[in-house]
Every structure is written in structure tokens, then in C-alpha cells.
């Protein structure tokens, strides 16, 4: 005996093909639109004269804000110090990433309980960090400055004195960040082929020349991928050095996020630090562009050769 089946589809709300791209392209819209409309209220202001303690005297200057900078030496030591922050970091913690990476390298339980142990320092909220260092190094109790005395650098000042601020917070950030750089770069060389470096020791090939020739070139993507987060985080810093110093002794250590602050909310000056902000975001933008097309054009000839 056999039975009609009927088929009951369910009579929902349908959505149709040509409108669902749209549905789901909307909520990136939405970010979209919310990072624009601060971004472009930013641009606004960076062409007047604007301060929240005389508000009667706002009007646009027109470029005023961007032209002073150039005859500004508090500008140029801002630039100074926010490329030299940003350049000893990055550098620092690729070396040590890639070494720290280099050594968790091969698979086994030790390694992997290793790489997860040093990534505490990453979960640790940037400015806890710093004030955690600016109590350790404290020259009157700190346990980094007994440690220091114990091997004859008596009354370190750490953070206390401008020769020494920029390496104290340099550390702040080598420990906080070298974890992110770390994985990154542990995730690259356990993602590589094994053939070329099976091949490379049937050969008897020096391990120097396994490392410069073979590995560094396959690691080279995920190098510049690291680079371009950890850079563009560190030349935007704020909170370890606001936290440990203020942006001093000083204006020694006084970068672009710092200065900024200092001007909008000491100064109240709004047209200036919008102009500081634009042109920080040009930095990065420039810098980003650098970096994504060196990384296309290894992409390109990596495709090339496969």
C-alpha cells in the first residue's frame, strides 16, 4: 500500500538572494560608519582653532594647526621619539619572538605548556602592566632596583630619570609583547613543509645555513605580518608610558597618543590634538602600505615558484 507524502515547508519570514548580501554586508556598514563619523569629526576640528576653554573663539584656521608643527620643536621631538620608541620594540621583540619560537619549535607537551605560560604576560591589561613594573622598579622599595643594587647600579632611577626612562618602558613593552610576536611566529615554523629541511639534513647542510636560506625566507610573510601589527601598536602607545611616566622626565618620552592627551585634556586644546592624532593616523597608513605591499609581492612570488 503506498501514501501520498505531503511535503509541509515552513511558511518563515523568507529573505530573498538579492537582498541577503546586503543583510550580511550590514553589519560592517554599521562599523564602518561608526569609525568614520569620529574619524571625520577628527578632520573637522584639526582645521580650527579650537579650545574647550574658549569655545566663543572656535573658527577654522585653515591649516594653521598642521604649519605651526613644522617651526614646533616640541613636534619634531614627538615624531623623535614616537619613531625611536616604535623601532627599538619591534625590533627587540622579533628577536626574541623569533628565538623563543625557534626553541618551542618541535611538537611535545613541554614546549606547549611553555608557549602557553609565556602568553600571561599578553592577557595582562597593558597599563596593570606598568603600573606592576613602576612599583618593582621603585628606586625606594622596588624589587627590580634591590635586584639592581645587588649587582652595583646603587639608586637606579628606572623611569625617574630621562637617560634612563625610554629603556624602563621599552622593558615594560618587551615583556607585555614578545608573547604576541612569539606565537605568531611558533604558528609560522610548525606550518612550513618539512621536505626542504628533511632534505637539508640528508645533505649534511650547516644549520646556518638551513636558518638564513630556508628558514627565514618561508618564514618571511608571517615576519612582516608580526611587524605590521606590533608597529603600528607600538608608534599608537599610550597607556604603558602614560602609566609609568606621564610622557616624562620631562618630554622624553612624550609620543604622538601622549602629546595628544596632554593637549586636549591639560591644554584643552581640541584643534591641536585632532591635527596630532591625523597625523599619526598618516604615519600608520604609510606604514601599513609599506608593509601590505612587500607582502603581496612575497605572496605573488611564492605562488610564482609553487
Given at each position: 500500500m503506498t501514501a501520498a507524502t505531503t511535503v509541509h515547508r515552513p511558511s518563515g519570514f523568507r529573505i530573498s538572494k538579492r537582498v541577503?548580501?546586503?543583510l550580511l554586508s550590514l553589519p560592517a556598514l554599521l562599523v564602518c560608519i561608526g569609525i568614520l563619523i569620529p574619524f571625520l569629526t577628527s578632520v573637522v576640528y584639526s582645521f580650527q582653532r579650537y579650545r574647550l576653554s574658549q569655545p566663543w573663539a572656535r573658527?577654522?584656521?585653515w591649516g594653521d594647526n598642521y604649519i605651526s608643527f613644522f617651526t614646533d620643536p616640541k613636534f619634531w621631538n614627538t615624531l623623535e621619539v614616537s619613531l625611536l620608541y616604535a623601532g627599538i620594540t619591534v625590533v627587540l621583540e622579533l628577536l626574541l619572538g623569533l628565538g623563543i619560537a625557534m626553541l618551542l619549535q618541535k611538537r611535545s607537551t613541554l614546549n606547549n605548556f611553555i608557549s602557553i605560560m609565556l602568553l600571561m604576560p599578553l592577557m595582562t591589561a597593558p597599563a596593570l602592566a606598568a603600573l606592576m613594573w613602576k612599583l618593582m622598579t621603585n628606586p625606594g622599595f622596588g624589587v627590580?632596583?634591590?635586584?639592581a643594587s645587588l649587582i652595583g647600579?646603587?639608586?637606579f632611577r628606572w623611569a625617574s630619570s630621562?637617560?634612563?626612562a625610554l629603556l624602563t618602558v621599552v622593558l615594560v613593552d618587551i615583556w607585555v609583547y614578545t608573547p604576541f610576536i612569539m606565537i605568531l611566529l611558533l604558528a609560522g615554523l610548525r606550518s612550513l613543509p618539512t621536505q626542504p629541511f628533511e632534505a637539508?639534513?640528508?645533505?649534511g647542510v650547516p644549520r646556518s645555513f638551513v636558518f638564513f636560506r630556508i628558514t627565514l625566507p618561508m618564514l618571511t610573510p608571517y615576519i612582516l605580518t608580526a611587524t605590521l601589527f606590533r608597529l603600528l601598536d607600538s608608534i599608537q602607545q599610550f597607556d604603558i608610558i602614560y602609566a609609568m611616566t606621564q610622557g616624562g622626565p620631562g618630554d622624553t618620552l612624550t609620543v604622538f597618543q601622549v602629546e595628544a592627551y596632554l593637549n586636549f585634556?591639560?591644554?584643552?586644546?581640541?584643534g591641536r590634538s585632532a591635527a596630532l592624532m591625523i597625523i599619526l593616523w598618516a604615519?600608520?597608513?604609510f606604514l601599513s602600505n609599506i608593509f601590505i605591499k612587500n607582502w603581496l609581492r612575497l605572496r605573488e612570488r611564492a605562488r610564482g615558484q609553487a
Open positions: 541577503l548580501p546586503y573658527q577654522f584656521n627590580l632596583s634591590y635586584l647600579l646603587q639608586d630621562p637617560s634612563t637539508a639534513a640528508l645533505d585634556f591639560q591644554s584643552t586644546n581640541v604615519i600608520t597608513y
